[in-house]
């Protein structure tokens, strides 16, 4: 997935006033679709909430919706990976909140490493 399409689900949800430049994914890996789910469904989804931190790491990552624990897992282990370009506030790095949902399919490529394009959706 290109770098573009996680600047299209990636939502911020700190005030706008909190940052003048938005942060910008740099590089990651795609979660795979958990093994114990395969024999039970054909998809699965999970919504991860986190702050980009000044550094460009992520911190307090939390899954706020999920169809399993596993999906939620998956999700989880990716996100704290990532790294980010962070959002700056007058020309000086700021930590936000944002958000990302991950939509697992059976079929889809996953767990490679991605740098300039976006790990959204998974096998």
Not at 20 to 36: H, Q, V
Request: proline fraction near 10%; charged fraction near 20%.
């Amino acid at each position: 997935m290109p770098e573009e399409q996680v600047a299209s689900f990636l939502q911020i949800v700190s005030p706008k006033s909190a940052y003048d430049t938005p942060p910008k994914f740099r590089r990651g890996y795609a979660p795979f679709f958990p093994e114990a789910e395969s024999m039970k469904r054909q998809w699965g989804y999970a919504m991860t909430e986190f702050t980009i931190t000044p550094d460009g790491k992520t911190d307090n990552i939390k899954v706020i919706a999920a169809t399993a624990l596993s999906f939620a897992q998956e999700a989880f282990l990716v996100v704290q990976d990532w790294r980010f370009t962070p959002a700056q506030k007058n020309g000086v790095a700021v930590p936000v909140r944002a958000r990302i949902p991950f939509t697992f399919r059976t079929g889809a490529p996953s767990g490679h490493k991605i740098t300039r394009e976006a790990p959204v959706r998974a096998n």
